[in-house]
């Protein structure tokens, strides 16, 4: 059974430590209830990517482990600068992840201490994507960017991959 992703993200906005909730499923259909709010989605359907063949196949050049809180915090700190169409930079360097973003609303920039294998060069991604896996870590997170900006995301059982977006255009001299 594979769940959007949206559907999973309400899922993990509304859950508490101490809620249990009971769950039914259907060929087409996946229901959630914790007593007070009933949560039905369609299950994906279709075609889909051998992720697990992806993942071998990925070979990162740098990767990074950190406190999931510490890094959602940041990503969530900085994305409220961000604007439609801006962008997020990730630097993996020095001890650390920094996150970046310069926008018409103002700069926002937010470093958290890592474990680092490896250098790359910064890279950008978008805001919304990168924000929505964030909020749904817990523990400890491992990033693996490979040389061609490809970011993926590890946490438990559980990757997320993200592919970079381009640079931002620098401002005219």
């Known amino acids: 059974m594979l769940l959007p992703a949206a559907a999973l993200k309400i899922l993990a906005a509304t859950a508490k430590d ?3 909730y009971q769950f039914g499923a ?5 229901v959630f209830y914790d007593g007070e ?31 999931a809180d510490a890094f959602k915090s940041a990503a969530k700190s900085v994305s409220a600068v961000a604007g439609s169409g ?24 937010m470093s958290v201490p890592a474990e680092i ?7 950008y991604y ?9 909020e749904t870590l817990r ?19 559980t990757r997320y991959v993200q ?3 381009r640079n931002p255009a620098k401002a005219a001299a």
């Open 139 to 157: 523990g400890s997170v491992t990033l693996e960017v490979g040389k061609d900006g490809l970011l993926l995301m590890r946490h438990g059982h």
């Open 26 to 30: 259907s060929e087409n259909t996946a």
């Open 18 to 20: 101490d809620i249990v």
């Open 86 to 109: 801006e962008r997020i930079e990730l630097i993996i360097a020095d001890g650390e992840v920094t996150l970046k973003c310069a926008s018409r609303d103002g700069n926002a920039g």
């Open 37 to 67: 709010i009933l949560l039905t989605t369609r299950n994906v359907t279709g075609e889909l990517p051998d992720f697990d063949t992806v993942t071998k196949l990925f070979a990162g050049q740098t990767s990074a482990t950190l406190d």
């Open 117 to 123: 294998n490896g250098s790359a060069e910064p890279r």
């Open 126 to 134: 978008p805001p919304k994507q990168l924000l929505g896996f964030a």
């Open 163 to 165: 592919v970079s977006i």
